[in-house]
């Protein structure tokens, strides 16, 4: 098996690096030797010897039939997507570890891939080397899916754990992860929240059957959060974490949801710390299921490429069956998803619990020494809408995150 690699970044070298190191075992394991032919990329690099298979043109691959799959390691969504519609389209396998472009044209390449009797798999989008889609596409089959909630970002994992265990603040830690390479230069798409958007939106729809938009799922990211928050989580034995969570809450309703979440002692998710991904999955037969591993970083990922590019190998002329199909899956709005609410306000619990509780009814109050001239509650599940409604009308709210305890 011939195979093509675009793009010789991180994941790009990992993948040549994997295929290189455990050549015999994978050529066993494929039935057959997998070899890169061509590696795409803008760059040259002399004195190197991936520099013999370096190609700069993409129709060189596409017009030699000798190629049967493309490693797409480029990320971003143009020319990605072309160069991979094109792939699909000669009758070419596609390994992608591109979620940007899993999330935003996932449906139409995986029918191309049906039409064309080829695979386009993606299990280094979501969780770099944890072997969740694949769970979910050809383990869990047996199941109905009610319930998917990861730690599904690395950088902002790394950074919320050094937030809560050092006190430091969000520039701080943002400077040092930048400093030590755990954060891009431009963090915006990790502590926004829109990396994590995009994971949960392709494990739903994988999960649910039908196609999330990652666009119409709401997303908070990590940028408020500050030491007292996580004291107040300290405090408390608990612990802040961002989630990308979607749930069925019925026959045909599901929501979804990235944001900082206040998660309790039990709840599996809570000592997933530094830059490890996890995500718990809820079956109706099941029951809970967690996948903990490394969710980025060069062989990680490249390992679940070439996990990907073995079953292609193993696959040809077989369109394995995804269960995400074209059909939209339909959210709720946020307005009508129901959470608990760690709310911060000004003032002494003694004066302020009737006043709260005649808003929220029954609520836990939580008050950090250090902190004396404020205190939190924690309400009952609620709507997004009663909680806005309510809170219009208490004075001195601070912050409110979202909790799970
Ligand atoms: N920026 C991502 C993270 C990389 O921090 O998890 C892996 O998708």
């Known amino acids: 098996m011939k195979i093509a690699v675009l793009g010789y970044g991180t994941v790009g070298s990992g993948v040549v690096e994997v295929l290189d190191v455990n050549q015999k075992l994978i050529a066993s394991r494929a039935k057959e030797e997998i070899e890169v032919k061509y590696v ?21 691959i596409l017009n030699d039939p000798e190629i049967g799959i493309v490693v797409e390691v480029m990320g971003g969504v143009e020319p990605a997507n072309t160069f991979v519609r094109k792939a699909l389209e000669a009758g070419k396998s596609v390994v992608t570890s591109n979620k940007a472009l899993v999330a935003k044209h996932g449906s139409a390449l995986l029918k191309t891939a049906r039409e064309k009797n080829v695979n386009f798999l993606f299990e280094a989008s979501v969780g770099g080397g944890i072997p969740i889609l694949r769970a ?6 047996g199941d109905e899916i009610e319930e998917i909630a990861g730690i599904l970002n690395g950088t902002t994992n790394y950074m919320m754990t050094r937030m809560f265990y050092e006190g430091a603040n969000y520039e701080e830690v943002l400077r040092e992860a930048q400093k030590n390479g755990f954060a891009e230069a431009d963090p915006t798409a ?5 990396d994590a958007c995009r994971k949960i939106a392709i494990l739903s729809s994988l999960a649910y059957g039908r196609f999330l938009d990652f666009e119409k799922v709401y997303t908070e990211g990590i940028t408020k959060i500050t030491p007292e928050d996580m004291e107040y989580a300290r405090e408390m034995g608990r612990n802040i974490k961002l989630l990308g969570t979607s749930k069925r809450v019925g026959e045909d309703s599901f929501y979804a949801l990235v944001a900082p979440f206040l998660v309790g002692k039990n709840n599996p998710l809570h000592s ?3 830059v490890f991904n996890s995500i718990f999955v809820h079956g109706n037969m099941l029951g809970d299921a967690m996948f903990y591993g490394s969710g980025a970083g060069k062989l990680p990922t490249a390992s679940a ?48 619990q009737s006043e709260i509780e005649e808003l929220f009814g029954k609520v836990e109050i939580v008050a950090v020494p250090s902190l004396s001239e404020e205190f939190a509650f924690i309400t009952g599940e609620i709507t997004e809408q009663e909680y806005r409604e309510k809170a219009e009308k208490l004075d001195g709210i601070q912050s409110r995150i979202r909790a799970r305890i």
């Open 40 to 60: 795409l990329d803008l760059r040259d690099f002399p004195g190197d010897k991936i520099q013999e298979k370096i190609v700069h043109d993409y129709e060189i």
């Open 190 to 194: 990790d502590v926004e929240g829109q």
């Open 272 to 274: 997933v710390n530094g």
């Open 136 to 141: 979910l596409g050809s383990s869990l089959t």
């Open 305 to 352: 490429v070439v996990a990907d590019v073995v079953d292609c190998a193993k696959n040809k002329g077989r369109n394995i069956m995804m269960s995400w199909s074209e059909e939209k899956l339909d959210l709720l709005q946020i307005d009508d998803v129901k959470s608990r609410f760690f709310v911060r306000v000004s003032g002494h619990a003694a004066e302020r």
